[in-house]
């Protein structure tokens, strides 16, 4: 997806569009892999990001996912980390700052900021939605927004 460069300044409407693009995406593919690829290509192409990609929850952790970015940790357990800690609380969580996270992964020394979103499906987590940046408070609370509603399509469509 090419977004104009006028959209860039409007978060909501770019959200908007890559909605659409990957609710037309999931008509046409059941795979789960295949989606989670081209959805992490997706967001990595229109803001990109260090680091986009997903963590699935396997029997007591996360295992890595289809991502777009530098090599990333395999294993997360449970409530630890950024990305465990969503899983945990089953909620979003936005660090502007990973070095002052209590208990921050560092896959990347590169990566100075972190969105986690989880995805629920029947009331469980079955994956984490993570988006890492090499800038200090990268992430908004329209990118939260716009993740979030990214995970509910996922949940509804995908997994």
Not at 91 to 119: K, Q, T
Not at 129 to 142: C, G, L, P, V
Request: a negative charge.
């Amino acid at each position: 997806m090419h977004v104009a460069p006028s959209l860039i300044g409007d978060k909501p409407a770019v959200y908007e569009l890559l909605l659409k693009q990957l609710d037309e995406l999931f008509q046409h593919e059941a795979d789960v892999v295949a989606n989670l690829s081209n959805t992490a290509a997706l967001l990595k192409t229109t803001f990109n990001w260090w680091w986009v990609g997903f963590y699935l929850v396997k029997h007591d952790e996360l295992i890595l996912g289809p991502f777009q970015g530098p090599v990333a940790c395999s294993r997360i357990a449970y409530g630890k980390g950024v990305c465990g800690t969503a899983w945990k609380l089953a909620s979003s969580v936005l660090v502007p700052d990973v070095h002052r996270f209590e208990g921050h992964i560092a896959c990347s020394a590169a990566s100075n900021s972190e969105l986690v979103v989880p995805v629920i499906k029947n009331g469980q987590v079955v994956a984490v939605i993570d988006a890492d940046s090499e800038h200090f408070e990268h992430f908004d609370t329209q990118d939260k927004l716009g993740i979030e509603a990214i995970a509910l399509l996922l949940a509804q469509k995908v997994f």
